[in-house]
Nanobody, 124 residues
Framework: QVQLVESGGGLVQAGGSLRLSCAAS????????MGWFRQAPGKEREFVAT????????VYVDSVKGRFTITRDNAKNTLYLQMNSLKPEDTAVYYC?????????????????WGQGTQVTVSS
């Protein structure tokens, strides 16, 4: 199975940017559909973005479209989430996840492996 470790979170002012990384080990990242989810305090974990094996297909939740970009580097076994124009409502713990699905998916139950999460805090 694959192990996932997120990094790159932190505290940023509204309007700022962060880039999250998710390093995979154990198995090659190219075998999996990959996704980012986030969980704010007191809320359910929600889908943010997903990307196909090759990176040619991506899907985003409406609230981040035009601001966030999901990419992957299969040679480096790493997934990324570039987050621009951050808003206080983006504050959450961000998780990367891997799915054995053959197509991009945007629901938690379709993801089989999860990282431990990285905190993103956006101040107003």
């Amino acid at each position: 199975q694959v192990q996932l470790v997120e990094s790159g979170g932190g505290l940023v002012q509204a309007g700022g940017s962060l880039r999250l990384s998710c390093a995979a080990s154990g198995r090659t990242l190219s075998r999996y559909i990959m996704g980012w989810f986030r969980q704010a305090p007191g809320k359910e974990r929600e889908f943010v973005a997903t990307i196909s094996w090759s990176g040619g297909s991506t899907v985003y939740v409406d609230s981040v479209k035009g601001r966030f970009t999901i990419t992957r580097d299969n040679a480096k076994n790493t997934l990324y989430l570039q987050m621009n124009s951050l808003k206080p409502e983006d504050t959450a713990v961000y998780y990367c996840a891997a799915s054995l699905s053959p197509i991009v998916v945007n629901t938690r139950d379709k993801y089989h492996y999860w990282g431990q999460g990285t905190q993103v805090t956006v101040s107003s």
